[in-house]
């Protein structure tokens, strides 16, 4: 069961990593991060011998701690990402040993059960929200200008769209190259088109659309939905 891995891991974050450096506490450090969104600190230098023994390093550990969805006032989902120096790199010189896991969790440290289907929920709303229209332009040097927009989407998320129709001239199939499109802080996009002349009797003009989100920097990108667009 996929809530038994994160149980493990928010056992493993009270049990074994209870206490950071100057005078910081891991749980105090969670509980920060659920009611507030951020927290930070250092791991203590007993906590450090447990990363020293994978990373070989004796550097301080940074964690930071972002909340990307809050389920309640007691339950949360959090980025935690840890970073150490002095690491050393396969080309012999030193580097940052960085680790990123999400941890869902509760105040009292239990595992969030209802996450699976608030998750799915989340995403239905923001896909409901996310709509996209099609413009067609002038036909120019055998293409036909045009667009295709997008408006109150997953805010600095991303689209990757692929040809799903008929016309050979396009590369359609799963198998085409995948091409991705920034949309940006307010939830807007234009992906500017250019479609050949041959194709536009085609007898299937389309578009697969995925639309990804990225809730916490440097987190990486989560599917929110698929959605076909005809042209």
């Known amino acids: 069961m996929q809530s038994g891995k994160y149980i493990a891991i928010s056992a493993l974050a009270f049990s074994l990593m209870p206490t950071l450096a100057f005078g910081d506490n891991l749980k105090t450090m969670i509980m920060t991060a659920i009611t507030e969104g951020k927290s930070t600190g250092y ?63 509760c105040l009292d440290g239990s595992y969030p059960e209802s996450l699976a289907s608030m998750d799915t929920e989340r995403k239905k709303a923001a896909m409901d929200k996310c709509h996209q229209t099609t413009r067609k332009g002038r036909i120019k040097n055998g293409f036909m200008e045009g667009s295709i927009d997008f408006n109150n989407c997953p805010q600095n998320g991303v689209v990757g769209i692929f040809y799903d129709g008929t016309c050979s001239d396009l590369g359609p199939g799963p ?16 992906i500017k088109m250019a479609i050949p002349k041959s194709c536009i009797s085609a007898k299937v003009n389309k578009w697969q659309l995925y639309i990804f989100e990225r809730r916490a920097l440097m987190m990486p990108k989560e599917l929110a939905g698929v959605r076909p667009v005809f042209w």
């Open 43 to 105: 791991l203590n230098d007993d906590l450090v011998k447990g990363f020293a023994s994978q990373t070989k390093s004796n550097e301080p550990v940074q964690i930071n701690m972002e909340r990307i969805q809050k389920y309640s006032d007691k339950c949360a989902e959090l980025a935690i990402m840890t970073s150490q120096p002095g690491v050393p790199q396969k080309d012999g010189k030193m580097g940052v040993a960085n680790l990123m896991f999400k941890l869902p969790i």
């Open 175 to 190: 198998t085409a190259i995948v091409k991705e499109f920034k949309i940006d802080e307010k939830g807007s996009l234009s």
